[in-house]
């Protein structure tokens, strides 16, 4: 091929590559200003600017936790090769140690409790969750749901009253 032609050839690609964003871009704009333009002729109010910030955050303070509830989940009840993994779903795992700061899945842990985990997966069947008594010290069960729902149990306050 001629230089002459081959420098056009690619001179003409080159700038048809480089415009390809703007293209789609610009195709991205207009169909966003036809959904505008229907809105506007609907009488749909779009939010304003500080609305939709607030919407944001207002999404972004519910759902944090959930993701991070899922997370920890994720580490303790899924992946056996997490190093955080305690227990399948629907089986118990009693910690017989303490947390030190190589438990990374939660947080702020408790370093001076042990725990008890179970995961439980309610979706085909309830679970009976049977806790003995305790005397000599005060205990409690959380019952944490993935959405906020928390449900606390004293099971002994013989030690500790009050």
Same mark, same amino acid.
């Given at each position: 091929m001629n230089p002459v032609k081959r420098l056009f050839a690619t001179g003409a690609l080159c700038g048809l590559v480089g415009m390809t964003p703007f293209s789609i871009a610009q195709a991205q704009a207009d169909a966003i200003a036809a959904l505008e333009r229907a809105d506007k002729s609907?009488?749909?109010?779009?939010?304003? &600017?500080?609305?939709? *910030?607030?919407?944001?955050?207002?999404?972004?303070? /519910?759902? &944090?936790?959930?993701?991070?509830?899922y997370a920890v989940m994720y580490e303790y009840a899924v992946d056996k090769n997490s190093g955080q993994f305690k227990a399948p779903f629907n089986k118990i795992k009693n910690e017989p140690r303490v947390y030190t700061y =190589?438990?990374?899945?939660i947080v702020t842990p408790n370093s001076d409790t042990? /725990?008890?985990?179970?995961?439980?997966? &309610? *979706?085909? =069947?309830?679970?009976? &969750?049977?806790?003995?008594?305790v005397e000599k010290n005060r205990s409690s069960c959380d019952l944490d749901g993935g959405h906020y729902e928390r449900k606390k149990y004293k099971i002994s306050r013989s030690r500790y009253p009050g």
């Open positions: 609907a009488g749909v109010t779009a939010p304003s &600017l500080a609305e939709t *910030r607030a919407i944001a955050e207002e999404g972004f303070v /519910y759902g &944090l936790p959930v993701v991070m509830n =190589e438990d990374t899945a042990p /725990y008890s985990f179970v995961w439980m997966d &309610l *979706r085909a =069947e309830p679970m009976v &969750l049977s806790v003995p008594a």
